[in-house]
T-cell receptor
Framework: ETGVTQTPRHLVMGMTNKKSLKCEQH?????MYWYKQSAKKPLELMFV???????ENNSVPSRFSPECPNSSHLFLHLHTLQPEDSALYLC?????????????FGPGTRLTVT | AQTVTQSQPEMSVQEAETVTLSCTYD???????LFWYKQPPSRQMILVIR??????QNATENRFSVNFQKAAKSFSLKISDSQLGDTAMYFC???????????????FGKGTKLSVIP
């Protein structure tokens, strides 16, 4: 596969479950991002990783835990989520974290918390 | 903090016509980057066009062009000869050019839903 892939594409979980979202980029990029996209709200940046090091964490609740084991893979571990966490979670990558480089987005994981 | 405003939640245009999507932003910086992204229904978000604030010339990419008015902090997107495949959500985004953690962040507007009508 090319570009940025995300699995699963859809996820329904209860508030007490633990699950993980996976993102993989096949572009040789050094920066990866997690965004939350909710209806009628702007995309919210959650985390930024540059060269596998977390460089930004935008006041995200601790029930979201990112992991970047290498520059090609990014995970978002979820536990004890709330219904308001239901959203589309987008992963993106870019050549480097700063500068004019565009971000390439994955298709997203549609998360529903029941 | 930077903010990006897209004042048109929804727009429609006839196929082959021209449409302009509005975007304004607020920043105290002099150099920065601006982007338009497109998110088709159930498909991945992709970059449409990019503008660097220090460049006076408006960016163009085939049927897509921008009207960048730096003093007015306005960055509108013009789509010429609209096609059915242009139907999508369009997001305007701002990125700081400063070094450091703040430069990693794209600040997005809420988006404009564009429908191209056959």
């Amino acid at each position: 596969e090319t570009g940025v892939t995300q699995t699963p594409r859809h996820l329904v979980m209860g508030m007490t479950n633990k699950k993980s979202l996976k993102c993989e980029q096949h572009l040789g990029h050094n920066a990866m991002y997690w965004y939350k996209q909710s209806a009628k709200k702007p995309l919210e940046l959650m985390f930024v990783y540059s060269l596998e090091e977390r460089v930004e964490n935008n006041s995200v609740p601790s029930r979201f835990s990112p992991e970047c084991p290498n520059s090609s893979h990014l995970f978002l571990h979820l536990h004890t989520l709330q219904p308001e966490d239901s959203a589309l979670y987008l992963c993106a990558s870019s050549q480097v974290a700063g500068g004019p480089y565009e971000q390439y987005f994955g298709p997203g994981t549609r998360l529903t918390v029941t | 903090a930077q903010t990006v405003t897209q004042s048109q939640p929804e727009m429609s245009v006839q196929e082959a016509e021209t449409v302009t999507l509005s975007c304004t932003y607020d920043t105290s910086e002099n150099n920065y980057y601006l982007f338009w992204y497109k998110q088709p229904p159930s498909r991945q978000m992709i970059l449409v066009i990019r503008q660097e604030a220090y460049k006076q010339q408006n960016a163009t990419e085939n049927r897509f062009s921008v009207n960048f008015q730096k003093a007015a902090k306005s960055f509108s997107l013009k789509i010429s000869d609209s096609q059915l495949g242009d139907t999508a959500m369009y997001f305007c985004a701002f990125k700081s050019r400063l070094s450091g953690a703040g430069s990693y962040q794209l600040t997005f507007g809420k988006g404009t839903k564009l429908s191209v009508i056959p």
